[in-house]
């Protein structure tokens, strides 16, 4: 599976950007998408993640504000990120995990990343 992120940029603070993250490939190994940032100088984190099932989790920095939505047919992911922060900046990394055996194995892929600034 290849992962292909879209979307970054620059934008002023409280404004709103859209990432989007096509799967190409063996998608049908896809379990889950999620999204994860890194800001300059720290660990990257988990921002939301939505599992087949469509269950979905966000970082406690993000709730409320970013929406994750998934379009298994179009194997897509989504990330719309409204009333953006500062704080926010980062680069933003798709991930897609992928069960590979009968007995739940995993892999996680990764794109490339897209990157993400919010400043005046």
């Known amino acids: 599976v290849q992962l292909m992120e879209s979307g970054g940029g620059l934008v002023q603070p409280g404004g709103s950007l859209r990432l989007s993250c096509a799967a190409s490939?063996?998608?049908?190994?896809?379990?889950?998408m999620g999204w994860y940032r890194q800001p300059p100088n720290k660990e990257r984190e988990l921002v939301a993640i939505i599992r087949n099932s469509g269950d979905t989790n966000y970082a406690d920095s993000v709730k409320g504000r970013f929406t994750i939505s998934r379009d298994n047919a179009k194997s897509t992911v989504s990330l719309r990120m409204n009333s953006l922060k500062p704080e926010d900046t980062a680069i933003y990394y798709c991930?897609?995990?992928?069960?590979?055996?009968?007995?739940?194995?995993?892999?996680?892929?990764w794109g490339q990343g897209t990157p993400v600034t919010v400043s005046a």
């Open positions: 490939g063996s998608t049908h190994h896809i379990n889950a």
């Open positions: 991930n897609a995990v992928l069960v590979v055996n009968i007995e739940g194995s995993t892999v996680v892929v």
